[in-house]
């Protein structure tokens, strides 16, 4: 009966699998504040998507983590033919056509200043950072990837992007708006994986006050009308109320990313025995979904995956 009048479900094609790529043929390095996480060379790369295909997991994310002398003031290695990002794409699209890649589009894996824009005397210039967005974007279109995903936050990058992919004949690669992306403590063990983090100052310059759920609303109307496809709430677990009121508030689909904090928590309490691991992974990813993410990005989704294969 209870199966019968129940009002949510999750599926693992609503799932998507956060990856991170390092420019190695073979290493494979776990992320110590991810427990299960890894670094992933070109050969695990492709022997753990093959691996989550095999559990029904379609969707990934990807994310590069650049070597430091690699990092400039300009972000130029980010649409660099040499870059292992796009080389990684492209050969993951050659060995499973199958598979729905996302792409991360920031000045931050790419910036010797680690800010998510580009840095002159201090501050951070949006309108400056934007040629530089479409650059990577056309890259990445061109490696092969799916959907375009800006977590740069930078106001304008959306619609500049769509600009930009439409007129070099990209139409047909879709966007994934960061939509509402909160300055969150529950970024940390990200920025661990990737050595991501600002090297002067926070991004509370251009991610959202915690404290505001209007100006979601707001970034939400001006994605839409910019040509966003998907809009994305970042973090989940303590944003459930903006996913419903986005939710209610347009017609597209609604991501939300269940982040590496929230991830790292539940890994930490379970391996001191405090809590049961796969129910509240369960319970996590329901609430994500009850308030009305169509699809979920997650570091639990392999886990789920096993869990409703076996």
Known sequence: MRALIRETDISNSRLIAPLFLID????????????GQFQLGEEPLYREIESSLNLGIKSFVLFPAVVESLKNTEATYSYSKENFYLKRIAGIKQR???????SDVAYDPYSSDGHDGYVKDGKILNDESLPVL?????????????MIGPS??????????????????????SIMAYTAKYASAFYG?????????????DKKIYQMDPANALEAL???????????????????????????QIKQFSTLPIAAYNVSGEYAMIKAA?????????????EVLLSIRRAGADMILTYFAKDFARLSHG
């Not at 190695?24 to 427990?35: D, K, M, V, Y």
């Not at 930078?154 to 004949?169: C, N, P, W």
């Not at 063990?189 to 050595?195: H, W």
């Open 270 to 282: 379970a391996q001191k025995g405090w809590l049961d691991e796969e129910k509240v992974m369960k």
């Open 96 to 102: 499973f056509p199958e598979t729905l890649l996302i």
């Open 134 to 146: 479409c650059k990577m974007a056309l890259a990445q279109a061109q490696a092969g990837i799916d």
């Open 152 to 173: 740069d936050m930078m106001d304008g990058r959306v619609g500049a992007i769509r600009s930009a992919l439409d007129k070099d004949g990209y139409s047909e690669v």
């Open 24 to 35: 190695h043929p073979t290493n494979a390095r776990e992320i110590g504040s991810l427990p």
């Open 218 to 244: 707001r970034e939400a109307a001006l994605d839409e009308a910019e040509g966003a496809d998907i809009l994305m709430v970042k973090p989940a677990l303590s944003y459930l109320d903006i996913i419903y």
């Open 189 to 201: 063990p990200f920025r661990d994986a990737l050595d991501s983090a600002p090297k002067f100052g």
